[in-house]
């Protein structure tokens, strides 16, 4: 009965490679996130969908692409990987209703820990 | 540009004592203000939020927070800590544009016998 579930949860890879990491929720949102914690644990936005399409789009390089095939899954793909993407990368989904947004709760899942070597 | 300052990346408090964490808001609208807790090797998890419908939150847990405009502040509390509050809390912020939250450092919670 996991609300927002990622895979996978730890990612150990090679500079150079590509990774993708999926995100999946079952609460019926219609808006997905990508943040990404650094090692000092602060916590920024990269990307928000809704309803499939992109909302937000934070200043990322763009070796990072979002790609939401349906309002309950959002991944994000990394070409290229370097030593700096070592992070934990979190998706998180929430419900805009016309008239509260930025009221509604952000679910998050349980982070996916990217060690680029 | 909406900003969210924690005071103090790590406080620590005896079991029984009472939590303070420190959260100052600065933006030019009064934001929708939110508290997460992390535990180790977990995700956020929601603790309470302020959408202007009571200056007095309470949230889960025991903990409250204080909406105070004239401080620009939203102050975590809770009257008596458990050793199973030890944990990281982040403060965050939401001026309600595309639903962007703006996060603050992060204060670590340590809870000592």
């Known amino acids: 009965d996991t609300a927002v579930s990622q895979t996978p949860k730890y990612l150990v890879t090679q500079m150079g490679n590509d990774k993708s990491i999926k995100c999946e929720q079952n609460?019926?949102?219609?808006?997905m996130y990508w943040y990404k914690q650094d090692s000092k644990k602060f916590l920024k936005i990269m990307f928000s969908?809704?309803?499939?399409?992109?909302?937000i789009n934070e200043t990322v390089p763009n070796r990072f692409s979002p790609k939401s095939p349906d309002k309950a899954h959002l991944n994000l793909h990394i070409n290229s990987l370097e030593l700096g993407d070592s992070a934990v990368y979190f998706c998180?989904?929430?419900?805009?209703?016309?008239?509260?947004?930025?009221?509604?709760?952000?679910?998050f899942g349980p982070g996916t820990r990217l060690l680029v070597l | 540009a909406q900003s969210v300052t924690q005071l103090g990346s790590h406080v620590s408090v005896s079991e029984g004592a009472l939590v303070l964490l420190r959260c100052n808001y600065s933006?030019?609208?009064?934001?929708?203000l939110f508290w997460y807790v992390q535990y180790p090797n977990q995700g956020l998890q929601l603790l309470l939020k302020?959408?202007?419908?009571?200056?007095l939150v309470k949230g889960i847990n025991g903990f409250e927070a204080e909406f105070k405009k004239s401080e620009t502040s939203f102050h975590l509390t809770k009257p008596s800590a458990h050793m199973s509050d030890a944990a990281e809390y982040f403060c965050?912020?939401?001026?309600?544009?595309?639903?962007?939250?703006?996060f603050g450092t992060g204060t670590r919670l340590q809870v000592t016998l």
């Open positions: 998180a989904s929430s419900h805009r209703s016309a008239g509260t947004s930025g009221q509604e709760t952000q679910y």
């Open positions: 609460l019926g949102h219609d808006t």
């Open positions: 969908y809704n309803n499939k399409e992109l909302i």
């Open positions: 933006s030019s609208v009064p934001p929708y």
């Open positions: 302020y959408t202007s419908a009571a200056t």
């Open positions: 965050a912020a939401n001026t309600g544009t595309a639903s962007k939250l703006t």
